[in-house]
């Protein structure tokens, strides 16, 4: 018997490599087999999952923060050409600043030196994982630092979200997390119609009808409307490095694991992703807690267990070997 377990991190409290060892141990104690598979969706922790997925050289890059701090932020290039650049290493929330960390002048500038130093290294496609943002820019501060880098040298960019919130409605859906009040969303909102106008006029693509263009404050649609960038799912597009259903196909069940289970799992996240990849392989869920709005979309699970330290998660990974043996015809 053989278990795969494919955890999300449980944001602020264990990254998703933690979560997976320590349920990994719990099945290896209970006598199973497990195979460590951490996952993610765009957001936090995708850029130590799609390193090690492609087996990508980290590389320090000096760059600057949202609103204007020195950073050391970090890229990874893989031999295939790819780089994986994390957007919130440059432009994040989470960032510590010396000044007034106004929401109007956060900044993707810095995500832009990353990219164009990827480009510069050699890399031929970009993968940025959007999650995370202080910004609402539509992405015009990093256009403006690759342009004066020189562009991107016809390197292909791809974002990874799992939202798909449209580029006019970023503002109103985000704004608010980064510090956002009502009046300073309408600025802002503003502000992404004229960029969108902009793009439109000079560009003849206006990212305002297409969904996921909206993710980390229009950088999306930005990057789509001046690049060509490819808009996707980070959730699937993990899975895709991954080989994801290889592995689900030759296990006895999947092990799946995020900090809270709750009504907006089903809605892009990498558990709905691996629910719809896994086939006929039973889905346990690992979970920090459950939120009581799940309903009956705990009926996906063959199982729901809530562990919030590491014992509980090693426990909760003997308890998956236990019943999923049970189960076994």
Same mark, same amino acid.
């Given at each position: 018997m053989s278990i795969l377990v494919a955890?999300?991190?449980?944001?602020?409290?264990?990254?998703?490599?933690?979560v997976c060892a320590h349920i990994a141990a719990g099945i %290896?104690? $209970?006598? =199973? *087999?497990?195979v460590q598979l951490p996952v993610a969706d765009g957001g936090e922790g995708t850029f130590d999952v799609l390193v090690r997925g492609l087996d990508a050289r980290p590389v320090r890059v000096r760059t600057v923060g949202p609103w204007g701090d020195d950073v050391e932020a970090v890229i990874a290039l893989a031999p295939d050409g790819t780089a994986v650049v994390?957007?919130?290493f440059a432009s994040g929330l989470n960032l510590p600043s010396t000044?007034?960390?106004?929401?109007?002048?956060?900044?993707?500038?810095?995500?832009?030196?990353?990219?164009?130093?990827?480009?510069?290294?050699?890399?031929?496609?970009?993968l940025v994982a959007a999650g995370g943002s202080a910004t609402t820019d539509g992405g015009a501060g990093a256009i403006a630092a690759i342009e004066e880098r020189g562009g991107l040298d016809g390197a292909e960019v791809v974002v990874l979200s799992d939202v798909t919130? %449209?580029? $006019?409605? =970023? *503002?109103r859906v985000f704004g608010p997390q980064k510090g956002a009040d009502p009046a300073t969303v309408e600025v802002l909102t503003w502000r992404l119609n004229e960029l969108a106008d902009g793009f439109a006029r000079e560009l003849g693509r206006d990212p305002r009808p297409l969904e996921r263009t909206g993710a980390a404050g229009g950088f999306s649609g930005g990057m789509w409307a001046k690049y060509g960038a490819r808009l996707v799912s980070g959730a699937d597009h993990v899975l895709d490095?991954?080989?994801f259903e290889a592995h689900a196909a030759a296990s006895t069940a999947v092990v799946v694991g995020e900090g809270r289970l709750d009504s907006q799992t089903g809605q892009g996240k990498i558990i709905a992703a691996i629910l719809a990849r896994s086939g006929t392989t039973p889905v346990y869920a690992v979970?920090?807690?459950?939120?009581?709005?799940?309903?009956d979309y705990a009926d996906h699970f063959a199982g729901v267990i809530v562990a919030s330290d590491a014992k509980a998660l090693v426990a909760a990974g003997s308890q998956v070997a236990r019943i999923a043996g049970h189960a076994l015809p």
């Open positions: 955890p999300d991190s449980f944001k602020g409290t264990f990254p998703a490599a933690d %290896r104690a $209970a006598g =199973a *087999a497990a994390e957007l919130a000044g007034d960390r106004d929401p109007v002048r956060a900044s993707t500038y810095g995500t832009g030196v990353m990219m164009a130093e990827a480009v510069r290294l050699g890399a031929r496609r970009v919130t %449209r580029f $006019a409605d =970023a *503002a490095v991954l080989g979970v920090g807690s459950v939120h009581e709005d799940l309903g």
